[in-house]
């Protein structure tokens, strides 16, 4: 699976922002889709994911009532949703792609170039 993120970009504090998730290749369907970040400096983490059939979803504490994780198997495309963002949630946002998988893991198989969020104050 090779996966392809958009959707970042410069918003202001209080916005909204949906980031998207193309995956290319082998079945879309069989993958649990992951959204992690990163800030220069620190370690990448894990915001959450989705199940293979998108009924099931986990987020962590810091980000969880903010951000929403989906999918459309139809279009081969995970979402993550994120509103009412603030400034600490700049970063590049990454989706990655597991087999199978538990929703809970850090350990992803596929992983996509990365999509920039800068939250200004």
């Known amino acids: 699976v090779q996966l392809q993120a958009s959707g970042g970009g410069l918003v202001q504090t209080g916005a909204s922002l949906r980031l998207s998730c193309v995956a290319f290749g082998r079945r879309f369907d069989s993958h649990t889709v992951g959204w992690f970040r990163q800030v220069p400096g620190k370690d990448r983490e894990l915001l959450g994911a989705?199940?293979?059939?998108?009924?099931?979803?986990y987020y962590v504490d810091s980000v969880k009532g903010r951000f929403t994780i989906s999918r459309d198997n139809a279009k081969n495309t995970a979402y993550l949703t994120m509103n009412d963002l603030k400034p600490e949630d700049t970063a590049v946002y990454y989706c990655a792609a597991q087999w199978g998988g538990r929703l809970e893991s850090t350990v992803y198989d596929y992983w996509g170039q990365g999509t920039l969020v800068t939250v200004s104050s």
């Open positions: 989705v199940s293979l059939s998108g009924m099931n979803t």
